[in-house]
């Protein structure tokens, strides 16, 4: 079983920036590969962006440029760290693991799921 327990969320103007912090317990490891989804009111669950435990990323186009994702294994922490927020990015933002080293978008290929924060960005 892996833990997973997000902090760093909040209110924050449009054009400001937020960091996103993920703590894993349990059994972590290389084989770990972890990421960030989102919900916004009304919407459906989306892929933002993921990290093998190598440092390999992939990101969401929709955030590319604006957020940046990385991990301190020694820490077994997952950080998310948001620029240039904008009214849209409004969401609960979760952290997942799946047993696999490889990236993957869609969220039921995620074995864990922390229980989310919520990031509200005000024009």
């Known amino acids: 079983q892996v833990q997973l327990v997000e902090s760093g969320g909040g209110l924050v103007q449009a054009g400001g920036s937020l960091r996103l912090s993920c703590a894993a317990s349990?059994?972590?490891?290389?084989?770990?590969?972890m990421g960030w989804f989102r919900q916004g009111p009304g919407k459906e669950r989306e892929f933002v962006a993921f990290?093998?435990?190598?440092?390999?990323?992939a990101y969401a186009d929709f955030v590319k440029g604006r957020f940046t994702i990385s991990r301190n294994n020694a820490k077994n922490t997952l950080y998310l760290q948001m620029d240039s927020l904008n009214t849209e990015d409004t969401a609960v933002y979760y952290c997942?693991?799946?047993?696999?080293?490889?990236?993957?978008?869609?969220?039921?290929?995620?074995?864990?799921w922390g229980q989310g924060t919520q990031v509200t960005v005000s024009s």
């Open positions: 997942a693991a799946r047993l696999s080293m490889g990236w993957s978008t869609s969220g039921d290929e995620y074995n864990y």
């Open positions: 349990g059994r972590t490891g290389r084989n770990l590969g």
């Open positions: 990290s093998s435990w190598s440092g390999g990323t």
